[in-house]
Nanobody, 121 residues
Framework: QVRLVESGGGLVQPGGSLRLSCAASGSIFAINRMAWYRQAPGKQRELVARITNSGRTNYVDSVKGRVTISRDDAKNTVYLQMNSLKSEDTAAYFC???????????????WGQGTQVTVSS
């Protein structure tokens, strides 16, 4: 079994910063793409940022210049550094990873349980 556990969410004032972490554990042979999504109340889940195993990154336009995704493959962990936070960044943040559990097995997508980010004064 594979498990993704997020941490680092919380309450922050506008203009503040947070660093989210997501650690993958369990039966893992390889990890390809890792990504962060978010879902605000009443809205659809949206992709915030993603990073490939070669380090290529993509960001949704609304966070470009304020957010950085990175990964530590030795720790099977993906990070999301968020700066200059705005009220519209308030959402539950979920990590997602494309993982191969054993050599030659299929690549499957896994989700974490989510961590809440609230930006408010």
């Amino acid at each position: 079994q594979v498990r993704l556990v997020e941490s680092g969410g919380g309450l922050v004032q506008p203009g503040g910063s947070l660093r989210l972490s997501c650690a993958a554990s369990g039966s893992i042979f390889a990890i390809n793409r890792m990504a962060w999504y978010r879902q605000a109340p009443g809205k659809q889940r949206e992709l915030v940022a993603r990073i490939t195993n070669s380090g290529r990154t993509n960001y949704v336009d609304s966070v470009k210049g304020r957010v950085t995704i990175s990964r530590d493959d030795a720790k099977n962990t993906v990070y999301l550094q968020m700066n200059s936070l705005k009220s519209e960044d308030t959402a539950a943040y979920f990590c997602n990873a494309e993982i191969q559990s054993r050599y030659g097995s299929s690549w499957d997508y896994y989700w974490g349980q989510g961590t809440q980010v609230t930006v408010s004064s």
